[in-house]
């Protein structure tokens, strides 16, 4: 099967979308200071390296399907839907608002292309559904920080 330019177009978007993830959250890793440091430091791993995996499937993927990935850093600068990281330090309780907007923004770019991906090829859909089940469950356990009983 060779995808559409539209299946390649959705592919690339969720593409940048983890690479940035993947980035984003060495970012939060290495500038994380406060309460629950070393909790979230290691949790940001966890993440980092699912994201990383994933944009790794993504893009074999695109190539299994004849589509060319583009996971250049000014291409992903340019594409991705996550809002940039802040510059320097962030304090534990803000960097979990920071990772789970980014985890649930990852989200909505795979929410937004499944059905048009789903129909072109069930398959490359099931694996965004098990992209979307794991960045949810780390949203959950890392916005768990912050909430309130």
């Known amino acids: 099967m060779k995808a559409s330019p539209t299946l390649a177009a959705n592919l690339q978007a969720v593409l940048v979308d983890l690479i940035e993830l993947h980035v984003q959250g060495k970012q ?3 500038n994380i200071v406060g309460a629950n440091f070393r909790d979230l430091h290691l949790q940001l791993d966890e993440v980092v ?3 990383r995996e994933f944009s790794d499937v993504t893009a074999e993927r695109m190539r299994a399907l004849e589509a060319v990935p583009d996971g250049r850093s000014g291409t992903v600068a340019a594409k991705t839907t996550l809002a940039q990281f802040p510059d320097g330090l962030v304090g534990t309780s803000a960097a979990v608002d920071l990772v789970v907007e980014r985890l649930q923004a990852a989200v ?4 937004e292309v499944h059905d048009a991906v789903d129909e072109e090829d069930p398959t490359t859909a099931d694996l965004l559904h098990a992209f979307i089940e794991k960045l949810e469950q780390y ?3 890392v916005g768990a920080e912050n909430m309130k009983p």
């Not at 909505?108 to 929410?111: D, K, L, N, S």
């Open 108 to 111: 909505a770019t795979m929410r």
């Open 49 to 51: 390296a699912s994201a």
């Open 28 to 30: 939060a890793h290495w």
């Open 139 to 141: 949203a959950w356990m």
